[in-house]
């Protein structure tokens, strides 16, 4: 069975002011928000609204706990009731936000080997956190991609350990290591050590396949996290 990190109960809402709205690839953007005293550990989500609004939906949180300001990386789902409701948000707009939910944490000093990061599309965010939490953090972070424009912001990650997993043929220089196609394929080309910590994030499909190739790399199952996206 596959360890998935916990979803306790809902906080109440607060509001928060928009502070920025910046696009960063394909239909996704990264909204800025106010940080209004609120608390989280790295790898924590939160579900974020209009206020006065009942529909929400969950983001892991983007930023570091270290910085003065919350954000969130979205992806634009056409039709989505939420999503396209951030998108258009501009500077000084007030959304609620109730949080920080999940455990999908680490502990650097816990680990007994290298951490391996998984994620695909916007599941990259909470691997992003960490890499900005934890500056000498030992990882490898596999990020699946169909383009390059998909790579949001990857210039953050040390580009010797990150790999970048393109399935599709936009695949333009982006100064690090480029797999021509996804992380499983990757993965089974690439042995994994039993001791990393694994850490997968993103679609459903991948971490069950991701997962089945860590096992029979003899990965323990209680070395194996996963958060998923959709």
């Not at 196609?181 to 042995?191: A, D, K, M």
Request: one cysteine or more; hydrophobic letters at 35%.
């Amino acid at each position: 069975m596959i360890e998935t990190a916990q979803h306790p109960h809902r906080a109440r809402s607060s509001v928060h002011k928009v502070l920025d709205n910046r696009s960063v690839g394909e239909a996704a953007f990264v909204l800025r928000l106010e940080r209004c005293g609120l608390s989280f550990q790295a790898g924590q989500w939160i579900n974020l609204g209009r206020r006065g609004s009942v529909e929400r939906r969950e983001y892991t949180v983007y930023s570091p706990p270290a910085a003065d300001y919350i954000e969130v990386l979205v992806k634009e789902v056409e039709g989505g009731l939420v999503s396209t409701e951030l998108r258009r948000c501009r500077p000084g707009d007030a959304l609620a936000v109730d949080g920080p939910h999940g455990s999908f944490c680490i502990d650097p000093r816990s680990a007994a080997g290298r951490f391996l990061f998984i994620g695909t599309g916007t599941g990259v965010s909470p691997f992003h956190c960490f890499a900005l939490s934890h500056p000498g953090l030992d990882y490898a972070l596999l990020h699946g991609a169909r383009s390059a424009r998909q790579l949001y912001e990857h210039e953050v990650f040390d580009p010797r350990r990150f790999i970048a997993c393109i399935s599709g043929p936009d695949r333009q220089a982006i100064g690090a290591q480029v797999h021509a196609g996804r992380v499983t394929s990757f993965l089974r080309e690439h042995p994994v050590e039993p001791t990393r910590l694994c850490y997968l994030c993103g679609n459903s499909d991948m971490i069950y396949e991701c997962y089945a190739v860590l096992r029979q790399y003899g990965v323990p199952a209680s070395r194996i996290l996963a958060e998923v996206y959709f």
